[in-house]
T-cell receptor, first 115, second 114 residues
């Protein structure tokens, strides 16, 4: 595709519900990143994939957060038993990967509101 | 722990002037630093990357400097336009494993008035 897409753009969940957020990176991009952005803050790293391998998940806030990229393209971030503190914008980014240093291409984000 | 500071207050300037935004960091020596623009309701957009061995980088009306001794980067927009109004984020690469692990500042909001 022309850019990184994310769906849904907005998600409202009741506390305790599970949610799944989808990211479609730029076609052919090897590296995929998830970030969490609270209001008025910069994005915070959650996890990183190189193809289907999750190489770093050190930023995931708790074991309620789970991310996958089974075929090395589309990725899903799942949050189980959502809490109010999970309310934030979840951003996905991708880069071509491999050798070299890249600027990251971000999607528009999914705004999650937990009531 | 790593700390990245950007002016939390909005920067208000008049059209045509040069905007200068500051990014200061502590406790790390990043190999490079990136600047992004973010508009409300949108994801960040990559603008410029500068490496530790580069003092200055330019792209059209944008200029970035990187002083590893002062642990500071300055981001300049010359001949600013109202369309430049946005939040600007700096980001450092914190990974030493070969992939990017960016740590972002909180961003500085720039308002350019006609």
């Amino acid at each position: 595709g022309a850019g990184v897409s994310q769906s849904p753009r907005y998600k409202v969940a009741k506390r305790g519900q599970d949610v799944a957020l989808r990211c479609d990176p730029i076609s052919g991009h090897v590296s995929l990143f998830w970030y969490q952005q609270a209001l008025g803050q910069g994005p915070e790293f959650l996890t990183y994939f190189q193809n289907e391998a999750q190489l770093d998940k050190s930023g995931l806030p708790s074991d309620r957060f789970f991310a996958e990229r089974p075929e090395g393209s589309v990725s899903t971030l799942k949050i189980q038993r959502t809490q109010q503190e999970d309310s934030a914008v979840y951003l996905c980014a991708s880069t071509p990967g491999g050798q070299g240093v890249w600027g990251q291409f971000f999607g528009p984000g999914t705004r999650l509101t937990v009531l | 722990s790593q700390k990245i500071e950007q002016n939390s207050e909005a920067l208000n300037i008049q059209e045509g002037k040069t905007a200068t935004l500051t990014c200061n960091y502590t406790n790390y020596s990043p190999a490079y630093l990136q600047w992004y623009r973010q508009d409300p309701g949108r994801g960040p957009v990559f603008l410029l990357l500068i490496r530790e061995n580069e003092k200055e980088k330019r792209k059209e009306r944008l200029k970035v400097t990187f002083d590893t001794t002062l642990k500071q980067s300055l981001f300049h927009i010359t001949a600013s336009q109202p369309a430049d109004s946005a939040t600007y984020l700096c980001a450092l690469d914190m990974s030493n494993t070969g992939f990017q692990k960016l740590v972002f500042g909180t961003g500085t909001r720039l308002l350019v008035s006609p």
